[in-house]
């Protein structure tokens, strides 16, 4: 940390990219107070002159630039803008100040680690949220509830664009794809699901969401396999292939009933299918659907009996 001094010499290099820019006082309302009701802002208080300062700013830059849009960075040469350095009484450099909704909420003086840089950075992150994606991931999950598939794809897919690491948005993905009954490429896109969010419950489920569809599309007519079953209620392969059937029509307790009967009658029956199907359904669920919570507690109960 050096001391204010010295002679000004002059700006420092080429234009940054858009999420780090170069400040001075007559762009500090629109760059800073104005910028940060959007987005946290921080404000890098540096000359050409300071040693630490060279440390410090590009890897503040380097933070702000991971965090992809969450925060946005402006740097001040105090020699070239004495007068906003005064008024916010920086005594000495490197100074950093953020801002959020017009207002400094945090700083620091002196160059600081590498860790705490990303710390700095991903607290101001968190003050915007996840800058809308939320908001966008609940409007396409409504839209694939209501049918309308194209357009949640659409919406997932802008998502990912953003954060190719979102786990909801790429099951969400998936999902629409199986909806839309392209099974290869909803496969596709779990296959290649990158290494951090592979095994996601977002993504899992919409595995599970692909294995159910493509054996529904095997399952025979539902009103002979229900006919079949009360005709016989020892065929289990018959009140098998009538749980895939009632799946594929959307009646998810129908077909949990189903299985539900069936391990109760053989457990043991094809290597455990119902078991194995029922968990299937389960993890097809979003997390705290009530329908799969009665139907563990269910099966729980049958095979602690």
Known sequence: MLELGGTATGANGAPEAALVVEGSERTFMADVIEASREVPVIVDFWAPWCGPCKTLGPALEAAVKAARGKVRMVKIDVDQNQAIAAQLRIQSIPTVYAFWQGQPVDGFQGAISGSEIRAFV???????????????????????????????????????????????????????????????????????????????????????????????????????????????PANHQARFDLALALHAAGDVDG??????????????????????????????????????????????????A
């Open 255 to 304: 077909a949990i009933d189903a299985l539900l009967e069936l391990f109760r009658r053989d457990r043991d029956w094809n290597d455990g299918a119902a078991k194995t199907q029922l968990f299937t359904i389960f993890d097809a669920l979003k997390p705290g659907d009530p329908r799969a919570q009665r139907g563990r507690r269910r099966l729980s109960s049958m095979i602690f």
């Open 122 to 232: 991903d607290k101001l992150a968190a003050l915007a949220g996840d800058g809308g994606l939320g908001e966008a991931l609940a409007a396409a999950e409504e839209m694939l509830a209501e049918g309308a598939i194209a357009d949640a794809a659409q919406t997932f897919a802008a998502i990912l664009a953003e954060e190719p690491e979102n786990a909801a948005a790429l099951g969400g993905l998936a999902r629409a794809q199986v909806a839309a009954g392209n099974f290869d490429n909803a496969e596709a896109l779990l296959n290649n699901a990158p290494a951090k969010i592979a095994t996601a419950a977002e993504v899992e489920a919409a595995r599970a969401q692909l294995a159910l569809a493509r054996q529904a599309a095997k399952a025979g007519p539902l009103d002979a396999l229900r006919a079949e079953v009360e005709r016989d």
